[in-house]
């Protein structure tokens, strides 16, 4: 059965050579994909060079870790460095936000990410693929989720990426 995952997309080193990299990476590995716009937004949780976000979706008939691995492939290949602390400048970093309608909470893996409720990086590029999809916990609409979030920094829609 085909799922729909929903990735977000980061980066604060080399940050347009490294977004266009890891989604070229992921269209060969995946097949065909959907980018919302890339904004620029200012690092979360340390003091560091902005980050350039955004979300892509594609379907898979892949299992959760095999998706897993494909993506830390491509940030090791595109220099990510694991030892360095969690919050800390990276080259590309590529996490599952939705798989499908899975609800799942299991060591490292948090799906539906925490973050799409949390960070307004996150959520705006979420809901410019899918307003009206409904969050697998809250039951609320993504538009709606993004009406109520007041994000504590602006969010600046850069470019959209062309395949």
């Not at 870790?65 to 993506?71: C, G, H, L, R």
């Not at 799906?111 to 409720?117: F, K, M, N, Q, T």
């Not at 979030?149 to 850069?158: I, V």
Request: charged fraction near 25%; aromatic fraction near 8%.
């Amino acid at each position: 059965m085909s799922s729909r995952v929903f990735v977000g997309l980061g980066s604060n080193l080399e940050r347009e050579s490294r977004i266009r990299q890891a989604t070229s990476a992921l269209r060969d590995r995946v097949g065909e994909i959907e980018i919302s716009p890339v904004y620029d937004t200012e690092a979360v949780g340390f003091e560091g060079n902005n980050f350039l976000n955004l979300v892509l979706a594609f379907d898979t008939e892949l299992e959760v870790p095999a998706v897993v691995d494909i993506f830390h492939q491509i940030e090791n290949q595109l220099g990510r460095d694991r030892s360095l602390p969690r919050y800390s400048s990276r080259p590309i970093d590529l996490d599952i936000l939705l798989f499908g309608d899975l609800i799942l909470e299991i060591p490292e893996i948090c799906i539906p990410r925490p973050e799409i409720l949390a960070n307004a990086f996150v959520l705006k590029p979420l809901q410019d693929l899918i307003p009206q999809q409904l969050h697998p916990e809250t039951g609320e609409s993504y538009a709606s989720l993004w009406r109520r979030m007041a994000p504590t920094s602006p969010l600046l829609e850069l470019f959209q990426i062309d395949l």
